[in-house]
């Protein structure tokens, strides 16, 4: 497979449990991903104060997977924290998202307004 059709493909997710651990601690394998993703996740669910660990690394550069990393306190489950984490990261997308249409739209009418 070329690494085109490797980029191509959708991202996928496995969730990995130490033997003997609970849902409060998992590795989450993302596929064709990247620190794109990882970075602005890592940041949102670490603000969290139920998270004790969160962390990811990427498996070999030549690889387009991260290794993703939660450890939430009191049990809650860490697959709960990741769901938070990326609707908490879609909100500010939408929201950088709005401001610069938003922003955009405010500089063509000014631009149509001084061409008059």
Known sequence: ???EEEKRKPP????VRTEGSDKSCVTF???NEDHTLG???RYMIMKDPEVEFCGYSI???SESKINFRIQTKGGIPA????QKGLEELVGVCQHVLSTF???VE???TQMDTSME
């Not at 996928?12 to 969730?15: A, G, H, I, T, Y």
């Open 1 to 3: 497979m070329g690494e």
């Open 101 to 103: 249409e938003a922003s």
């Open 39 to 41: 970075n602005s996740l």
């Open 106 to 108: 405010e500089y063509k």
């Open 59 to 61: 498996t070999h550069p």
């Open 12 to 15: 996928s997710l496995q969730m």
């Open 29 to 31: 394998v993302l596929h």
């Open 79 to 82: 697959a709960e924290m990741f």
